[in-house]
């Protein structure tokens, strides 16, 4: 019988696009995606073949709460939002992701979810250098 190697863990191609490495945590890597009009990270947990907060046991689904608590905090901390969005939705993106976007009442978006509201508003390279280590400063190292 041949031997099949496990499955090995891959960044969605759709995601690699769209954001932008900031920190890697126990389970997930944490991106910013390019959308300067909100402070949008997204996690996403580094095993094979996860579509589903189902598809974790209950150690990993732990873990990926207390990464999205440290996400969500450092989003908080670094911009003051009114609001902070989470959700994981993968409709488009099956790889197994969760949103952390701060929402302010005056943003292009709002009240409205951010999805197809308008056009994203890609970073600088100067903004994306200030944003990245404005988010690593409240990010544990």
Not at 28 to 45: F, G, H, K, T
Not at 63 to 72: C, G, K, Q
């Amino acid at each position: 019988m041949p031997h099949t190697a496990p499955a090995r863990y891959a960044l969605h191609p759709q995601l690699a696009e769209d954001t932008h490495p900031v920190a890697t945590l126990a389970l997930s890597e944490v991106r910013l995606m390019d959308d300067a009009n909100y402070p949008w990270l997204i996690l996403v947990p580094r095993l094979p073949d996860a579509r589903e907060l189902i598809d974790l046991d209950s150690a990993q689904r732990n873990l990926l709460t207390e990464e999205i608590d440290i996400v969500a905090r450092a989003v908080r901390d670094a911009f003051r939002p009114f609001k902070l969005n989470i959700a994981a939705l993968g409709n488009q993106v099956p790889q197994l992701h969760v949103h952390v976007i701060g929402r302010d009442q005056g943003d292009p978006a709002w009240p409205a979810p951010v999805w197809g509201r308008v056009a994203a508003r890609p970073y600088s390279p100067e903004q994306l250098v200030e944003r990245i280590t404005r988010l690593q400063a409240t990010l544990p190292a």
